[in-house]
């Protein structure tokens, strides 16, 4: 208790838009993009689902997003709901579920404020993803924030065929917007997507796959690394799972930032565990419920 009051006092001493920042962070990080956000992308070459080997251990460094292995089933209609901690205190809750639309896939997120940081920064943040099912590169993405009093609404396009990612994002209280294209490789896939696309991965211990996430404006290489088989505990029950970490492979945030996921070590590789180590503290993701 002794820790939580000075916790508390350390909290409300910050000044108010230092403490705001990192409470955008944490908020950022409720819809996995946040916890993602670091691990944006570089360099890809194109993938034919067809002469492309299933993504266990690499044969060269370079990137590459692996098509789904024929007959793969996504998880649809299956929604995900965990709790998320922030230096012990509940942040709050995030939704994540995935649906078919039409011939794309969707994934959506909802993240809401709880706890200490509702109660300093409310926040209700909606996003939305797509991808090809055949090659796992990502489409179009969408995102809606809520944050204290920012109100914003960006949409991303992008376009394979011009290699071109077409990004607009507009103050919804201001009315003020900014439209901003930049290069892109063959195939990246996306923060929120990029979770789905590692659970269709064998992740067999031992193995590791470097790939491309973008969100736009920035790209990087991600190294993700399958370490051991472990059994953990949850609110939403006790799983056997397969570790695993991922991290920049290149650039200025390599080595100074993690993420680790905990995937259910069955053919749905549900992702029960996550936790993201930034540079302002360390956040805990835990599965809840499992709604289908």
Same mark, same amino acid.
């Given at each position: 208790?002794?820790?939580?009051?000075?916790?508390?006092?350390?909290?409300? &001493?910050?000044?108010?838009?230092?403490?705001?920042?990192?409470?955008?962070?944490?908020?950022?990080?409720?819809?996995?993009?946040?916890?993602? #956000?670091?691990?944006?992308?570089?360099?890809?070459?194109?993938? +034919?689902?067809?002469?492309?080997?299933?993504?266990?251990?690499?044969? *060269?460094?370079?990137?590459?997003?692996?098509?789904?292995?024929?007959? /793969?089933?996504?998880?649809? &209609?299956?929604?995900?709901?965990?709790?998320?901690?922030?230096?012990?205190?509940?942040?709050?809750?995030?939704?994540?579920?995935?649906?078919?639309?039409?011939?794309?896939?969707?994934?959506?997120?909802?993240?809401? +404020?709880?706890?200490?940081?509702?109660?300093? /920064?409310?926040?209700?943040?909606?996003?939305?993803?797509?991808?090809?099912?055949?090659?796992? =590169? *990502?489409?179009?993405? #969408?995102?809606?924030?809520?944050?204290? #009093?920012?109100?914003?609404?960006? %949409?991303?396009?992008?376009? /394979?065929?011009?290699?071109?990612?077409?990004?607009?994002?507009?103050?919804?209280?201001?009315?003020?917007?900014?439209?901003? %294209?930049?290069?892109?490789?063959? =195939?990246?896939?996306?923060?929120? #997507?990029?979770?789905?696309?590692?659970?269709?991965?064998?992740? %067999?211990?031992?193995?590791?796959? $470097?790939?491309?996430? +973008?969100?736009?404006?920035?790209?990087?290489?991600?190294?993700?690394?399958?370490?051991?088989?472990?059994?953990?505990?949850?609110?939403?029950?006790? /799983?056997?799972?397969?570790?695993?970490?991922?991290?920049?492979? +290149?650039?200025?945030?390599? &080595?100074?930032? $993690?993420?680790?996921?905990?995937?259910?070590?069955?053919?749905?590789?549900?992702?029960?565990?996550?936790?993201?180590?930034?540079?302002?503290?360390?956040?805990?993701?835990?599965?809840?419920?499992?709604?289908?």
């Amino acid at each position: 208790m002794k820790i939580l009051v000075q916790t508390l006092i350390k909290l409300a &001493g910050n000044e108010q838009g230092i403490l705001h920042r990192r409470l955008r962070h944490v908020i950022q990080s409720l819809c996995f993009l946040g916890a993602a #956000s670091t691990l944006m992308a570089q360099y890809v070459r194109p993938s +034919s689902p067809t002469t492309t080997p299933p993504a266990t251990i690499s044969a *060269s460094p370079s990137a590459r997003i692996v098509a789904p292995l024929a007959g /793969y089933r996504f998880p649809n &209609g299956q929604n995900y709901v965990y709790g998320v901690e922030w230096h012990f205190f509940n942040a709050g809750t995030v939704a994540v579920k995935m649906d078919s639309a039409g011939a794309q896939q969707r994934v959506t997120a909802i993240g809401d +404020s709880g706890g200490v940081v509702n109660a300093l /920064y409310k926040v209700h943040d909606l996003f939305e993803a797509r991808f090809d099912p055949r090659t796992f =590169c *990502s489409l179009h993405i #969408s995102k809606h924030i809520a944050e204290g #009093s920012h109100r914003r609404q960006a %949409e991303l396009a992008l376009d /394979y065929a011009r290699h071109k990612s077409v990004f607009d994002d507009k103050n919804l209280k201001t009315g003020e917007s900014r439209h901003t %294209e930049n290069e892109i490789p063959a =195939c990246v896939t996306d923060v929120l #997507s990029g979770f789905y696309y590692l659970a269709s991965l064998p992740l %067999e211990p031992g193995t590791f796959n $470097t790939f491309v996430v +973008s969100d736009g404006t920035k790209t990087t290489d991600v190294t993700a690394h399958v370490e051991a088989r472990e059994h953990v505990r949850v609110p939403a029950g006790s /799983y056997q799972t397969v570790r695993v970490r991922a991290e920049p492979a +290149s650039g200025p945030l390599k &080595g100074k930032t $993690t993420i680790i996921v905990w995937f259910s070590d069955d053919p749905n590789h549900v992702p029960v565990l996550m936790r993201s180590k930034l540079g302002w503290g360390t956040l805990m993701f835990r599965l809840q419920r499992l709604e289908k």
